[in-house]
């Protein structure tokens, strides 16, 4: 079975729970409850995943520029649920985009949170990825 297949049939979690896991300084909680599993570096979220949704949704940091040209390519791409809808999307996995580009999404929402963070901040979590 394809993996996006395996991420359409509810099979997303575990892989995309621990390719954010293995960033540098990234840690897990449910500071919004049950069924919201928050990823943050340094402190600040960068990704937001419904795990108790069918199929699983993902929100993820976005260029606003670019957050509306995924919208208008992709169905199952949409304005960040309960989120700022110009910096954030939110992504259903539905399999109907590539697991390889939905990696790529949240590299791009990690790098983005990282920037942004004080320079010392950056300078600790890039040593633990050392």
Known sequence: MAETEAWAQGEALEPLRAYCLGKPGVEESYPFGPGALVMKVGGKLFAIIADE???????????????????????AVGPGYHLNKRHWNTVTLDGSIPEEEVLEWIDDSYDLVLEALPRNTRTEVRARGK
């Open 53 to 75: 949704s069918d199929p699983l949704t993902v929100s993820l940091k976005c260029e606003p520029e670019i957050a509306v040209i995924l919208r208008s390519r992709y169905p």
